[in-house]
């Protein structure tokens, strides 16, 4: 079975400065997809960022990027000029490709920012 | 982009009453959902898997009696507790994926039910 582990519970960052959140997983397949997430305070979901395995470029989104390193099965977030609205719980998630598209989260990280 | 509507957004109940969450895809047709549970400052943990027209696929140690799911339209699925209690007391959000962006996965906004 899949897992996902971060095993940062918590990780505060200066405005404007630059964190990583990390993450790892366990799976015996070749092809999934991971993702980021975001849950501010509202609790709303928010897709961050994704990746697909097949590709070895780090998926790039503004301000945020990842570090994905297939064969250590890592997949880290970077957050560049952290910003207060950043401040959020972060989810690495995980799906398999063959599925209907069930993701398997992490315990998730709580991020602060200090102005 | 694609919007899944959950409602209601937060529900208090007394111990033994049923309660029923809607999740409904607005733009785009859903055959499958997903129905997830958080409680404060944990994870979301995957209770089940609701397909259009068919039975859903519970998670190992989700209870099918205690959490019923029915899935009876593309757009629309409904998870019902039934004889909440105390324990109940949780967080539950919905997913939808659209088929037509296989990759990607629209959340609700979560309903917060508290069994008094």
């Known amino acids: 079975a899949q897992t996902v582990t971060q095993s940062q519970p918590e990780m505060s960052v200066q405005e404007a400065e630059t964190v990583t959140l990390s993450c790892t997983y366990d799976?015996?397949?070749?092809?999934?997809?991971l993702f980021w997430y975001k849950q501010p305070p509202s609790r709303q979901m928010i897709l961050v960022i994704r990746q697909e395995a097949y590709k070895q470029q780090n998926a790039t989104e503004n301000r945020f990027s990842v570090n994905f390193q297939k064969a250590a099965k890592s997949f880290s977030l970077k957050i560049s000029d952290s910003q207060l609205g950043d401040a959020a719980m972060y989810f690495c998630a995980y799906r398999g490709s063959g599925n209907t598209g069930k993701l398997i989260f992490g315990q998730g990280t709580t991020l602060q920012v200090k102005p | 982009g694609a919007v899944v509507s959950q409602h209601p957004s937060r529900v208090i109940c007394k111990s033994g009453t049923s309660v029923k969450i809607e999740c409904r895809s607005l733009d785009f047709q859903a055959t499958t959902m997903f129905w997830y549970r958080q409680f404060p400052k944990q994870s979301l943990m995957l209770m089940a898997t609701?397909?259009?027209?068919?039975?859903?696929?519970?998670e190992q140690g989700v209870e099918k009696d205690k959490f019923l799911i029915n899935h009876a339209s593309l757009t629309l699925s409904t998870l019902t507790v039934t004889s909440a209690h105390p324990e109940d007391s949780s967080f539950y959000i919905c997913?939808?994926?659209?088929?037509?962006?296989?990759?990607?996965?629209?959340f609700g906004s979560g309903t917060q039910l508290s069994v008094l």
């Open positions: 609701s397909n259009e027209g068919s039975k859903a696929t519970y």
């Open positions: 997913s939808a994926r659209d088929p037509l962006t296989n990759e990607k996965l629209f």
């Open positions: 799976t015996s397949e070749s092809d999934y997809y």
